[in-house]
């Protein structure tokens, strides 16, 4: 089991940049694809980025790619979303999540909520216009 907690979100400009980090617990987060979702008020949560086991692949939304970069220090157990050129529409409650569904692959980046199995408790990011 993993326990995840985020933190980095607050408050920005459009145009800005933040850097989200997510912290685990236990010494298998090595043995996780990760995942960066986000949810804003009213709306279904959506996928945002993903990267596998060991950092070699990622895969990203259409709505971020080019502008958010994501990335894992497995040393440090620390997963990481840098945020660039953010616009108003980025801003939501931002998720990070592990899946133990495909701990045998060291390519997979799940992309679907159903697919991750632990989740954080979420940081607020907010874009002003």
């Known amino acids: 089991q993993v326990q995840l907690v985020e933190s980095g979100g607050g408050l920005v400009q459009a145009g800005g940049s933040l850097r989200l980090s997510c912290g685990a617990s236990?010494?298998?987060?090595?043995?996780?694809?990760m995942g960066w979702f986000r949810q804003a008020p009213g709306k279904e949560r959506k996928f945002v980025a993903a990267i596998s086991r060991n950092g070699g692949v990622t895969y990203y939304a259409d709505s971020v790619k080019g502008r958010f970069t994501i990335s894992r220090d497995n040393a440090k157990n620390t997963l990481y979303l840098q945020m660039n050129s953010l616009k108003p529409e980025d801003a939501a409650v931002y998720y990070c999540?592990?899946?133990?569904?495909?701990?045998?692959?060291?390519?997979?980046?799940?992309?679907?909520?159903?697919?991750?199995?632990?989740w954080g408790q979420g940081t607020q990011v907010t874009v002003s216009s």
């Open positions: 236990g010494r298998t987060f090595s043995s996780y694809p």
């Open positions: 999540a592990a899946s133990s569904a495909y701990s045998s692959s060291v390519v997979t980046t799940p992309r679907y909520p159903y697919e991750y199995d632990y």
